[in-house]
């Protein structure tokens, strides 16, 4: 399994950012994907997870109607539009893959997103 993250930067506060996640090693369309944060000095935080059909969609909800999730099975791509973004929403992203059988865990490098005042 392998995770690119890709798209992160630094913006000011009310701008917009969208991130792309894109795997390999496994049939991405048979999984759902998530999107982890961690901001600094802080534990991760699930922003946002999409079902293999993008029928299912969770945000925190400290992102609800300014975060957007969604995938391309075909390009084997998640993707994470942000707008309206805040300071508090500075984090490195990571893109995250859990599988049940086996069970495992995976994630990928990460991208940064700095938000300024």
């Known amino acids: 399994v392998h995770l690119v993250e890709s798209g992160g930067g630094s913006v000011e506060s009310g701008g917009s950012l969208n991130l792309s996640c894109t795997a390999s090693?496994?049939?991405?369309?048979?999984?759902?994907m998530s999107w982890v944060r961690q901001a600094p000095g802080k534990g991760r935080e699930l922003v946002s997870a999409?079902?293999?059909?993008?029928?299912?969609?969770y945000y925190a909800d400290s992102v609800k109607g300014r975060f957007t999730i969604s995938r391309d099975n075909a390009k084997n791509t998640v993707y994470l539009q942000m707008n309206s973004l805040k300071p508090e929403d500075t984090a490195v992203y990571y893109c995250?893959?859990?599988?049940?059988?086996?069970?495992?865990?995976?994630w990928g490098q990460g991208t940064q997103v700095t938000v300024s005042s």
């Open positions: 995250n893959l859990k599988t049940a059988i086996p069970r495992g865990d995976y």
């Open positions: 999409i079902s293999t059909g993008s029928s299912k969609i």
């Open positions: 090693g496994f049939t991405f369309g048979h999984y759902a």
